[in-house]
């Protein structure tokens, strides 16, 4: 599996954003897909999840009705909408793959495959 995340850039506190995850590879829609931020000196941190074929996305509080995590089949897509950034949103995103099971764990080391990191900048 492979992913490659797009879309970061530098934004004002209360503007938007939206990052893509694009994904490749075999049996690729067999995977939950993920989103992580980590900040200098940090591990990354849970942000949500979203299964393919799925209309249901799942958050981390610091970011519920904010972030808008949602899948394209089609396109084999994964994107992070976030609206309402403010300066802690600031951070390097990753998007990860996790296997099938029926729980989804939200620890980063439960994930199998990574894509590269996309920086997301809030200025006050």
């Known amino acids: 599996v492979q992913l490659q995340a797009s879309g970061g850039g530098l934004v004002q506190t209360g503007g938007s954003l939206r990052l893509s995850c694009a994904a490749s590879?075999?049996?690729?829609?067999?995977?939950?897909l993920g989103w992580f931020r980590q900040t200098p000196g940090t591990g990354r941190q849970f942000v949500g999840f979203?299964?393919?074929?799925?209309?249901?996305?799942y958050y981390t509080n610091s970011v519920k009705g904010r972030f808008t995590i949602s899948a394209d089949n089609a396109k084999s897509t994964v994107y992070l909408q976030m609206n309402s950034l403010k300066p802690e949103d600031t951070a390097v995103y990753y998007c990860?793959?996790?296997?099938?099971?029926?729980?989804?764990?939200?620890?980063?080391?439960?994930?199998?495959?990574w894509g590269q990191g996309t920086q997301v900048t809030v200025s006050n």
């Open positions: 990860a793959a996790q296997g099938s099971r029926l729980r989804v764990a939200t620890d980063p080391g439960e994930f199998d495959y």
């Open positions: 590879g075999r049996a690729v829609k067999a995977y939950t």
């Open positions: 979203v299964r393919w074929n799925s209309d249901r996305a």
